[in-house]
């Protein structure tokens, strides 16, 4: 007589055999290059995600630069401001608040500006007191992004129009600031150098060793800087051009 814990015949014998460790050192193996063609991949899709998210945040900030001069007479954004007129004491980023009323809520106070998770916030940048000292007024402003204030305007007293830009493809309105490096101080953040400065610390650098650019006549692009540095025709500054 069979015992009831006898095993039926028709089921096969259960194996106890388990991975042995060259198996699983296979498969770790297999598992870790396969992580390393993925990873850049990867890596190279956030940085395009990025960038085409910066250049989305330039095409609104260039859209409220020029709603801006429709309302004011003509006249474009200028970089700070001045506190108090004739101090020489100049914040950065009056030009967000000037264009805030087209771009994100009415806010003119330049030391109440958050830039962070606004469309003048570059996704790249590093902002806050990595970048500005939170004693310093406005510093929450500043989102990574600058001002052409050596033709556009530097100050409340500088407002430059719109009608005396004659190359407005070729002038640069606003565009990716530059990022922390040994040498800069927090004033210079919130402000595009023009090439012919020539200082190495100011290289715009941000999205693979350039950045995004908006124009006076409206459209964005993404240039190297070594492009951007060049110019054209002899003119370092020929992305700066005004008048001319």
Request: charged share 15%.
């Amino acid at each position: 007589m069979n015992s009831i814990n006898a095993r039926p015949p028709h089921l096969p014998k259960l194996s106890r055999r388990g991975f042995t460790l060259i198996e699983l050192l296979v498969v770790i193996a297999i598992i870790a290059i396969l992580a390393g063609m993925l990873l850049p991949a990867l890596a190279r899709a956030k940085t395009k995600a990025q960038t085409v998210r910066c250049v989305s945040n330039e095409k609104q900030i260039s859209l409220g630069y020029l709603l801006y001069a429709g309302d004011q007479l003509d006249f474009l954004p200028v970089a700070g401001t001045e506190v108090p007129v004739g101090s020489g004491w100049v914040a950065p980023s009056r030009w967000f608040a000037e264009i805030s009323p087209y771009i994100a809520t009415e806010n003119p106070n330049f030391t109440n500006l958050v830039a962070k998770n606004k469309v003048v916030a570059c996704p790249t940048a590093k902002i806050g007191t990595n970048v500005i000292p939170a004693n310093v007024p406005g510093y929450q402003g500043y989102g990574g992004y600058a001002h052409n204030y050596a033709y556009l305007g530097y100050t409340q007293a500088d407002h430059v129009k719109l009608s005396v830009i004659t190359k407005p493809s070729d002038t640069c309105m606003n565009g990716d600031g530059l990022d922390p490096t040994k040498g800069l101080e927090w004033w210079n953040y919130g402000y595009l150098y023009p090439p012919s400065n020539g200082s190495p610390l100011f290289r715009y650098v941000r999205h693979n060793q350039g950045g995004n650019y908006a124009w006076a006549d409206g459209h964005v692009s993404i240039l190297l800087w070594k492009v951007l540095s060049k110019g054209v025709n002899g003119k370092v500054d020929w992305y700066y051009q005004i008048g001319q």
